[in-house]
């Protein structure tokens, strides 16, 4: 890609910095549509909808010359692409643990989507108490004569890991990083909370979702004896005409 970036700048006389954003900002719209098609399409087969919301962002250039600094190399646009994944990011919000799996297979499953490494935070949560699953993954970018594989991370969550991954996220920057140890603690115990609140709220779904289809049956059952009892007026009736 770094080649395409130094190509697309030659021909277009853009500064560098601007094509790489321009190149994570087609990525994002890219990725963005998919999802909303998804979306859509689930809703239409299932009258369901598996996401709540989408965020989309670009890495702010600080951050990412940080993050850069940070794995020891120098703050150049080669090292960022080559570096650094998270620069095009897409946040999936869904309702309950099972639409995240659901979802990511469903990228998966994407020909024109490369998934390049995926992270399960859900399965193996981080330390601090940090749920999410994560996928890089790269979408081709279609220019007008050459296309662009990029790079765009997506964490999948619940609405109640998203809640407690926004606020400890904002704690965390205050204390720049080292927060006194009763505060982590006592994030790592709200962290805990919110994964019994999303285990409840999935096995309420469950049995709501069961009790609506038992629902169903005993309607459909129903709805059949009536038109059986109708079949048998009717040929009781058409008996007596004769
Ligand atoms: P921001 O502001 O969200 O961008 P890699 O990207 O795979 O090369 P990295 O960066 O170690 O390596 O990836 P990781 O840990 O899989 O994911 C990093 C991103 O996940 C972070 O981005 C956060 O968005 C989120 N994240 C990871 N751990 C935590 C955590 O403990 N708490 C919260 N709130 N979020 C977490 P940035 O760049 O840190 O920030």
Avoid at 122 to 129: A, H, L, Q, Y
Avoid at 181 to 190: K, M, P, T, V
Wanted: charged share 30%.
């Amino acid at each position: 890609m770094d080649k395409i970036v130094r190509e697309y700048d030659k021909n277009n006389q853009v500064d560098s910095w601007e094509t790489l954003i321009f190149l994570y900002n087609a990525a994002l719209k890219e990725v963005s549509t998919k999802l909303d098609i998804l979306n859509d399409e689930f809703q239409n087969v299932h009258r369901y909808n598996p996401i709540e919301h989408i965020k989309t962002r670009i890495k702010t250039p600080e951050s990412i010359v940080k993050k850069l600094r940070k794995q020891g190399h120098e703050p150049t646009i080669d090292n960022m692409v080559k570096y650094v994944n998270d620069i095009a990011g897409v946040r999936i919000i869904c309702s309950f643990t099972s639409d995240i799996y659901r979802l990511a297979e469903m990228i998966g499953k994407q020909s024109d989507l490369k998934v390049l490494s995926i992270k399960d935070y859900i399965k193996n949560p981080k330390e601090s108490g940090y749920k999410s699953y994560h996928m890089i993954i790269t979408v081709p970018v279609f220019l007008s004569d050459s296309v662009v594989d990029t790079k765009v991370e997506i964490q999948i969550r619940t609405i109640a890991m998203d809640f407690w991954a926004s606020l400890e996220h904002k704690i965390y920057y205050k204390f720049e990083g080292n927060a006194p140890e009763y505060i982590s603690r006592d994030l790592q115990e709200c962290a805990r909370m919110v994964w019994r609140l999303d285990e409840r709220m999935l096995q309420l779904n469950e049995a709501i979702q069961a009790c609506l289809e038992e629902q169903e049956k005993q309607a459909a059952g129903g709805a059949g004896k009536d038109t059986d009892k109708d079949i048998e007026k009717d040929t009781a009736q058409a008996e007596k005409s004769e």
